[in-house]
Each structure stands twice: as structure tokens, then as C-alpha cells.
């Protein structure tokens, strides 16, 4: 196990600079979760760790030592691939025990190792078949075995659930957790599924355009993005956002819509008066009333039933805005609604850099 | 539409098309193979007759007992063989380094290997004998193999890049995220999934060595370093052409090469890769 650093690392093909100037530094244990749209360059970033991209500029440091110019095979570092690339050529416990063999593992051990491992994923009776043999979820848990039996310095995965159905990506959501709170091993986890880099990140690095935009938590990145980009990108059903412009009179703040409608804001905003804005709020902090008037009103356009709740696209002279409801009670199509949007649960965003406004 | 949705007319002439074009291509073969069993007698006076009234084996004995060709054979059997081998451990190492590697003057390279291709090879016979005599290299299966080699490895580059390509990058990598250097990888992980890839290039170099004509018989005038296309011309003497004699050793001749694929075809159709990734 070891810590890993990246520090002022820049990536460019050719002339085609894919990451810019990434900064991160993961210590040893954490689960570091790379989020960010396809083609943000998350797996380039994790490949250069892995010693299959080279660095274009700055170093990469494990368990503190520069790895610049280190082969992937002196890295002592596992990766499991989003297409799983298992040795076709191999029955499963070949393909697990490739990695003891070329370090010359006595056999006993060997052996003693696989079974354990293939017992801990469910594999024992798949041991000598070929990989073409198993299902899609099969050959994941193979991929995941041939990283756990060797005790490597850091765990890496590009996408591994990926290309598997819905039920079995949660299920083994929960299994890749459970299998790193027991290892315990530094693991660098690359996903475009925000919702796996919730649940599984002691902490998230969102990336977008080959920048990271925010390292963090995955509450600090839910209640507190740092900019449009991870508001908009964390989150299901998605923020809202609303453009206005920020006014301030002395102690008081609020944003008038392009409605022209006032939206009282926090006092703590910082801002200037008269700057542009975009606010969002999260469709969960969509207060509704059907029953009772408001001083907001809008019509039921749509309604999604999620089952643990109700998602309501509410219809207003100028918008559509969403709203996610707990409640169980009948939203009629057309019918009226009340609907508030609280100070204290907006976000407020420069509408030119879209960076959030201090507060 | 379905194969059951298609009348039985489709089906007949599906077939009959099917069956004409073998024919056609078989003919020559079935031919050398009649000529080669027809007494001499029977050859002129019966005409085109699709099979002799009565066949012998003679010629197979006298072209095995009584004629240099056992030694033509030998001498193709082993320029075919060493060419092949040869050919492929190179077009495996260089088409391995095209499909994976990006370094400069690659597309030069590639342009070069290409435009070797391009020249009619009686162009090059006399600038390669002036060469070779100095060296040695003329009347000598060395030579020929040579020869063979430097004129099948741009194709045979390009047929196995072809096959490399076809194997996920990934496998490779996860070789050498599990230990191995990348020349280990290759030769564990990548080339036993591409023994499809060598089987074929092994056979089209064996096939293009075993039939070559031009360089043998210019490079080569002694007898004892013949191959065996030279050796059948020495059946067309002055006066006559011993036609029953040189289809015998042309039958002979289609023993090896059918032999040879008869051992590489279990490679040929079988797709390895299936269940490397995805599916
Ligand atoms: N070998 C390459 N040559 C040129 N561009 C590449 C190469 N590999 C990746 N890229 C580019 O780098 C960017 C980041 O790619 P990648 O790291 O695979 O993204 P992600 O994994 O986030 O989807 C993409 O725009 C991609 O087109
Ligand atoms: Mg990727």
C-alpha cells in the first residue's frame, strides 16, 4: 500500500493537450473516485499512473517516489480494465495466478492464494474454465481476483461496471466497497457514473475538459460545487438553473429572474450588485404544495414515480423547473401547484465563469 | 428473408452456381492429375477424352526412381521451409511494431515497403545476381532463401500487422501491469492469440517459396541447388515435352503445400480471441 501524488501533471498528444496542469494528492487507504463526461480524460490521467501513458509534464510519485520513467511491471500497482482484458487463452486460474508466476511464487502458496481469493468472489467453480466460458459479471469478478491476489501498492479501475446490466453494476458496487474496507489498499476508481462516484468515494475528483474542477467529499461536492459544471454534473435528477441577476441593498440580497421575479438570497452572499448570475437548486429543495396557495404558482407538466419518490416537472409562464417529492400524494396533470425555492438552499454561480459566488 | 422463405429454382441455381465455379477452378487440377496417370501411348491417340481407358502409375516410378527430382523436392522443401519460418519471425516482431507503435518515419516506412512491392521482379534479377556472385550466393539455396525473404516481408509485415490489430491493446497491458516486460507479454499473451495470424503467413510464404520460378532458375544453373519448378522444366527437352512425367511430379509437387495446410488449418478458422473482451 502507498500513498499517490500527482503534482502539476499535463498530458498532451502531439500538439493536442488533453490535461492541463492536475494536481491530486491521494494518501494511503483512500478510495479516490475520477468522475467526469466521457472524454475528459480520466483515463489517461490513471493510465499515466499505471506507467502506460507517458507524462508529458510534471511527476507522479507512489509510496512517495518519483515514477516518471518506471515500466508498469515495477510499479506494483493492479488495474482491472474496463473491458476486463482477461488472457482468453487461459483458464480462470491461469489468468489469476499470471501475476504470482512471473514474480515466482512458490506453488503451495500460490495456490493457497487463488483459492482464497476465488473463494472470497465466488469463482471456485470457474477455476478451469476459460474466460469465453463465463457471463459478463463472471469475467468482472475474474478481473477483480487477478488484482487481489497479489498484495499491490494501489488498485486501479478504468470504468469496470460498465458493461454490466443495472442489477449487477450494484451489486458489485457494493462488493468492490465491501473488498476495499477489508484490504484496505489505495485505490484509484474512474467512472462517468456520478451516482457510483457517490457511493463509492471516500473522496471525488470531478474532472472536465482534462481540468480537475473539484476534489472533495461526496456531500461537499453535492451541497457545495464549486462551479456550473459540477453542480450540473452531480446529482439525479439534475439541478436546476436559473439565470437572474444578483441585486444587493446594504444587508439584503436577491436575484431578480429573467422573469422578473425577486428571489430572496442569503445575506452572506458576496457578489456585487448588478452581477450576472445563473442559480441553481437541487429538485429535492423544491418546496410543492398542492394543496395550499403560494405565492408561486405553476402547473403539473409531467410526473416520473421513482418509487422512493416523485419527480415533478412543474410548469411556470417561463420555465420548467423539477422538483423531487418524498410524499406519496396524487399530482394530477394540469393541476395547480405552489412551489418555493429556499434562500438557504440555493447556489449561486458567476453567470460568466460560472464559478460559484462565496458565501 | 429467411432461407426457408426461398424457392427451390433459387436454391438450384444457388448451387449450380456454386458447383460450375468449382468445377472451373478444379479443371486444371483434375487435368494434371489425368495426364499424370495416362500411359504415353494413350496421350495423343485418345485425345481429350475425360479419362484414360486404361491408367498406369508408371510415370510416378520412373520420376521417383529415375529422375533428379527427389533432390528438387528436397531443395524446396527446405528454401520453402526456411523462408517461411524465416519470413514470419520477422513479419511477426515488425508487424507487431506497426500495429502498436508510433515512432517517426513510420508512414515513410510503410511507403517504402510498399513501392517494393510495386517493381516487376525481372527487373531486379540482374542487379541481385551481380550481388550475390561475388558473395557466394548464386547456385545456393541460401541465396534463394534470402532472395525469398527480403521479397516476402513487406506483405507478411502487413498481414500480420493486420492480425495484431485485431487483438485488444488491453491484453497487453494488463501483461505488463501483472510483471511481464513488453517483449514477454508479446510472446505469452499476444502471439499465442495470433497463431491464426502466423499460421497464414507461414502458409502464403511457404506457397509463394514452393511455386517461385524467376530467381530459381536465374540465380541457380547446377542441378544439385534446383528447386522443383526448375526441375520440371527439365522434362520439356528440344523435341519433345514429356508431358505424363512432369504432371507426375506436379501431383507430387501439391503433396507438401497440401500437407502443410492440412497442419495449420485448425489455426486458421479458429478465432481465439473470442471472450478476451466484453461479449
Ligand atoms: N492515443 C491518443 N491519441 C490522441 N488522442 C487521444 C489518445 N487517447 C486519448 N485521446 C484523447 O484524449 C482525451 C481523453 O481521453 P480519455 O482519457 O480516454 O477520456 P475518458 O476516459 O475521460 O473518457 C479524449 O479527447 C481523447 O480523444
Ligand atoms: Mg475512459
Known sequence: MASIDIQGVGKSYGTVPVLHNVDLSIQDGEFVVLVGPSGCGKSTLLRMVAGLEGITRGDILIGGKVVNELAPKDRDIAMVFQSYALYPHMTVRDNMSYSLKLRGTPSERMSHVISAAASKLGLESFLDRKPRTLSGGQRQRVAMGRSIVRKPKAFLFDEPLSNLDARLREQMRVEIKKLHRELGTTSIYVTHDQVEAMTLADRIVAMNGGAVQQVGTPLDLYERPTNLFVASFIGSPAINILDGILRCDGENRHIILESEEQLPALARIQGRDGQAVKVGIRPEDVQVSIQNAGSRMGQVELVEPMGLGTILHIGTVHRTLKAFVLERADYPIGSNIAYSLPADRLHIFDARTGQRIAD | MTSSARSTPYWFLHYGLLAFYVAFALFPL???????????????????????SRSSLAHYTFVLAHSDFPLFFKNSLIVSGSTAVTVTLIAALSGYAMSRFDFRGKMWLVGLMLITQMFPLVMLVAPIFKLFSPLGLTNSLTGLVVVYTAFNVPFATFLMQSFFDGIPKDLEEAAMIDGASRFRAFRQIILPLTLPGVAATLG????????????????????????????????????????????????????????????????????????????
Open chain 2, 30 to 52: 483434375y487435368w494434371l492429375l489425368k495426364v499424370s496417370i495416362t500411359p504415353n501411348d494413350l496421350l495423343y491417340s485418345e485425345g481429350i477424352r475425360l479419362w484414360p
Open chain 2, 204 to 279: 502464403f510464404v511457404f506457397t509463394a517459396a514452393w511455386s517461385e520460378l524467376l530467381f530459381a532458375l536465374m540465380l541457380v544453373s547446377k542441378a544439385d541447388a534446383s528447386t522443383f519448378p526448375v526441375g520440371l522444366l527439365s522434362f520439356v527437352s528440344k523435341f519433345s515435352v514429356d508431358f505424363g512425367q512432369m504432371m507426375a511430379a506436379g501431383v507430387l509437387a501439391l503433396i507438401p503445400a497440401c500437407l502443410f495446410f492440412l497442419l495449420i488449418q485448425r489455426y486458421l478458422v479458429q478465432g481465439l480471441t473470442a471472450g478476451a473482451v466484453k461479449g
